[in-house]
C-alpha cells in the first residue's frame, strides 16, 4: 500500500471561502451576452424550446407517412395527395419543456487550484442554467461528493436566475467523490428524465463509468464537463515532498525527479483521455476544460459543437 | 610517504570518529519534507508503484551517498596530517629570514639600472632563498625596521612566504635591529637546524652588533668571573640574559646567523637635526637650528633652503649653497626670524645643478613647527601698583591697558569693556566678569573667589611646586609671605594646586569647560616680598603663555621609529586620539594620564586629533623627522660583524623532491564533494 498512511485531511479555509465574487455584474452581462449568441446560432430553433423525440401534436413539420386506417384526417396532406395521388400524413415534432440537472462536483479535491475548480465549476453550471432557464426549461441543480446534497428544485424562467445564485453560493463543499451512488439516488428522486450535465474534474477512485452508465439507463442524457487545474495536470513540482491526497488524506514521502513528473503527467492525460474515450464510445457529448479558459469560452464551445442546445 | 602532522594525530583520529558520526547521523536523520495536497492520489500511486520495485537499487544508492562523504572527510583529514612522499629529512632546518625594511632600504641603488630600491634587492633574494629551501625547511618572515614585525610562522609553503615577502615596504624609521634578532631567537629556541639569514644594508648600531653572542649563558657565565665591567643596559626583551654579566645581551647561541648584503651607494648628505624654538623674552620671533652632514667619502655641494608654509603659499626665508668635506656636519642656526601665519617650516636639501642626484632623498627634507603667537590685550585692574605694571611691562608680547576698581565695574555694568585676551585683578574680586576672558587674581576674596578659599595662613612658605607651565623655572621656597588664603582644589572642576605650603595651596589654576584659563594667587601683592623678586614677571610670562596655549617655547621635532608621550594639554577627560599622517592615513592610537602615544612612520607634519568618546575635542600638529645619522649613513656593509663574528653570506641548500600531497587531497575531496552534490541534485544518490 503506497499511501499507507493516513493523516488528518488539511482544514479549511478554502471551505470557508464564499464564492460571492462569482455572480458579479461582470458576470450577469457575460450570461446575457451568451444567451444572445445562443439566439443568434440557433435561431428558429429556440422559439418552440426543446423538442423531444416524439412526433406528435407539434407545430414544427418532421416527416410523412403513408396514412393508416384510423389516423387522423386533419393530418392528411392534401397537397401532396395532389402531386402524387398518394395519402399521406403530415407528423409533427411533439414539444414539450426539457429537464436539465446540473449535477455539481462540490467534494473537497473541486477545491483545489486556483482560481477553485468548484468556483469554475459554478460559474459554468449558473451559465449553463441561465441558458436553461432562459429557454423555458426546467433547471434542477443537483451538488454531489459522496453523497447528493439537497438540491435546487426543477424551476424555468430567467427570473429564476438568482435563485440559482442563491443556491450555488449555499453549497458547501467538502467530502470524497462518489459518483455511482449519487447518480443512483438523482435517477431515483427524479422522475422526469432529462439532460444530466456533470461538472467534476471526474477524480473518482471508484471509477466514472457507473456512474456515467446509470445515467443512461435511466434514459438520463449525461453531458460531461471534466475540470481540471492546469497545475494539478502539470504540477511544479521538485525535491522532496510529502504528498497528501486531499480526500482521504494518504501521505506518501516522494523525491520528485524531472522524470517522475514526466511519467505523472502522461498519467494525467491517459486518465483525462480514458473519460474521453468513454464518453466518445457512448455518444456522450464531452468537453475538458482547465480553469485557466474564461468560462464563456467554454460555454461558446459548447454551443458550437452542440449537445446542450437543441 | 612521510606525516609532518602538525596537528596530533589522535586529534586528529578524535575529529575523524566525531566528523564520521555525524555525517552518519545526518543520513540517518530523516529530512524535513515539505507538503504539497494533491487533488488524486491515485494517479501518483500508479507511478509511484513502478518506482518501489527499484528502491533496494535506491538504497544502494543513499549508501553511495554515505561512503562519498566518508570517503571526503577521510581525505581531508588526511589532508590535515601534512603527508608528503618520500622519508623524513634528518637535516631539515628552520628558517628565519630577517627583511630590513629601515629608512636606508629606500635608497635607490640597486637592480640592474641602478634606480630599484635596497629593499626591492632584498625582497629579490629573500625569494631565491625561500626557492632554495628543502622539502622540510620551514621558514619565518620577519620584517625589520622601527618595529619588529613577524609576518607568518613557521611554514614550509612557499607561496605563502613570498606573498608575506611581496608585501613588505620600507617605512622612514630606522632598523630596530635588536628586537629583531630576540624575536628570531626566540622563535627558533628548541627548533632543530636553527638559522637566521638577514638581509639588508648593515646600517645598525654597532652597539647592537657587540651585544650579540653565540655563545650559550652557562658558559659565558663561568668565563665571567670578574665583576661585570658592562655596565648594565636596560633589557630589550626575551632573549636578554644570555650573557650573565650584559643584560642587553642577544643570545643566538646554538643558531646559524647569516648576512646578505644589499646596496651600493655611498654618498650622500642628509640633515640630521631641524628644529625652531621662540625666544624667551620675544615670543614674536624665533630661531632655527638645522644641522647638515656629508655621510660620503667626497665632497658635495648642496642648496639648503629654509621655508615656510605648504603647497603654493610656501615663502622662502633663507637659500644657503653649502659646500661640505666627506664627513663633515654643519650648523646653520636662523636668528630673530619673525613670526607670521605660517606655522610650517621645512628644510630642502637640494642638489645643485649639474651633480648628482641624491639616492637617498627621505633625509634631505625635514618639517618643525612653530606655533602661530600674536600680541595678547592684557587689562590690569588695579589702585596703582607700580611693581605689577612694571613686571607686565618686561613683556613684548602684550599690550596693556590699566582701570581701577571701580572704572571696572562701571565699564563692565555699561557693557562697554573691550575684549581682553586676559585681565588681571590685583586684590579685587569682582563680581561680574565678561565672558571667555582669562583671568588673574592676587588676593581674591570673599564668595566671588575664583577658587572657594578654605582658610588663611599666616607666614606660609611655599614647600611644593607643581610642574605645570604657569610654575616652570620657578623656585619659590624662599619667598616671604605675611599671611596667605588655602584654596579648596576639587579636581573635578578643573582646579590644580601650582605651590603649597605644606598641603595647603595657595597659589592654583583652574580651567573651565568653557575654556576659561585662571591663575589665583591666594596672597596679597602688598603683603609679599615676590614682586621684588625675578620670578615675579617670570610667573606672570608662564600665565599669559599659558593663557595663550605655549606650553613651550621650543617645539620639539620627533624622530621616526621612536615612540613619543604627546602630552595633550588641558584635555583631562581625552581618552583617545587620532593620527593622520602626511598621506592621510589615519590611525587611532591610546591616551593615558593625559599623554598620547604618538609613533611616526614617515617623515612630515603629523595631526594629531584628541577624542572624547569619539568626538574630537583638540587637534595638534607634530613634526618627525628622520634625523638618524645611522640610517642617512647609507654606506653597505660588505660584512656585518656580530658579536665578534664575521657573518657569513647565505650558502646553498640541498633541494629534495619531496612532493607535499594535502592540496591533491584537498583537490579530490572538493571532486567528490561535488560528484555527491550532483548526483544528489540530480536524484540519483537519492
Known sequence: ?310 | MTLLAPIPLATVALVAAVCGGLVVVAYILKMRRRRFEVPFSMLWQKILRERETTSLWRHLRRLLSLLLMLVMVGLLLFAATAPRLGDPDQAASSLVLIIDASASMMTRDSGDDGESSRLSAAKKKAHEILGGLGGDDAAMIIKMDGQTTPLSRFEADAAGLHQAIDGIEATATPADLRRALITAGDALRGRAHPRIILIGDGAYPERVLEDVTFEPASSAAARTSAPEKTAPVPAAGAGAGAGAGNLAAIDLSGIDVRFFPVGGATANAGIVAFSARRYIANKMAFEVLVEVENFGKKPVKRKLVLSSGEGEASTTVDVKLLELAAGQRVRQIYKDLPSGTDTRLRATLEVPDGDPADSFPLDDTAFALVPARRRQHVLLVTDDNLYLEAAMLVYDNIQVDKLTGDDYDAAVGKGELPTYDAIVFDGITPAKLPPHTNLIYFDPQGENSPLSIRKTLTAPRITHIASHPVMRWLTLSDVNFDKASVFRIDPDAGEVALARSLEAPIIAAKQTAGGRKIVAFGFSLGGTDLMLRVAFPLVLVNSLDWFAGQGSDMMATYETGQTARIPVDGEVHADGAIITEPGGETFQVPVTVGRAGFYARTVGIHELSVTEHGTPVATLELAANLANPEESAIAPRAELVMGGRTLAAPGGTIVSHRQSLWRYLVCVAVLFLCIEWVTYNRRITL
Request: aromatic residues 10%.
Open chain 1, 1 to 310: 500500500m503506497i499511501f499507507a498512511k493516513k493523516q488528518s485531511p488539511p482544514s479549511g479555509a478554502r471551505e470557508t471561502g464564499e464564492p460571492k465574487q462569482l455572480f458579479d455584474e461582470a458576470f450577469l452581462k457575460k450570461l446575457e451576452y451568451l444567451h444572445i449568441v445562443a439566439r443568434k446560432a440557433f435561431s428558429g430553433r429556440l422559439r418552440a424550446e426543446r423538442k423531444t423525440r416524439k412526433v406528435g401534436s407539434g407545430i414544427e413539420l418532421a416527416d410523412h407517412r403513408r396514412y393508416i386506417a384510423g389516423d387522423d384526417f386533419r393530418y392528411i396532406d392534401w397537397n401532396v395527395y395532389g402531386r402524387i395521388d398518394k395519402l399521406m400524413l403530415r407528423l409533427f415534432e411533439e414539444e414539450e419543456d426539457l429537464h436539465i440537472y446540473l449535477l455539481l462536483d462540490a467534494s473537497r479535491s473541486m477545491l483545489i487550484g486556483e482560481p477553485r475548480k468548484l468556483d469554475y465549476a459554478m460559474q459554468v453550471g449558473a451559465a449553463l442554467a441561465y441558458i436553461g432557464l432562459a429557454n423555458l426549461d426546467r433547471v434542477a441543480i443537483c451538488p454531489f461528493s459522496d453523497r447528493l446534497h439537497p438540491a435546487l428544485a426543477p424551476a424555468r424562467g430567467k427570473n429564476r436566475i438568482f435563485k440559482v445564485f442563491d443556491f450555488l453560493r449555499a453549497v458547501e463543499p467538502g467530502g470524497h467523490t462518489r459518483m455511482a451512488p449519487c447518480t443512483t439516488k438523482l435517477v431515483h428522486q427524479q422522475k422526469r428524465r432529462g439532460l444530466a450535465v456533470v461538472l467534476s474534474d471526474f477524480y473518482d477512485p471508484a471509477g466514472f463509468e457507473e456512474a456515467l452508465n446509470t445515467l443512461r439507463y435511466n434514459k438520463f442524457e449525461p453531458f460531461v464537463v471534466q475540470i481540471f487545474d492546469e497545475k494539478e495536470a502539470s504540477p511544479a513540482l521538485h525535491g522532496d515532498l510529502v504528498l497528501v491526497d486531499c480526500e482521504t488524506g494518504n501521505a506518501k514521502e516522494v523525491t520528485v525527479s524531472r522524470a517522475l513528473l514526466e511519467k505523472y503527467r502522461a498519467e494525467h492525460e491517459r486518465y483525462c483521455d480514458t473519460l474521453a474515450s468513454f464518453c466518445t464510445a457512448r455518444a456522450i457529448p464531452y468537453f475538458r476544460t482547465h480553469t485557466a479558459v474564461p468560462f464563456d469560452e467554454l460555454l461558446l464551445r459548447i454551443f458550437r459543437e452542440g449537445g446542450f442546445l437543441r
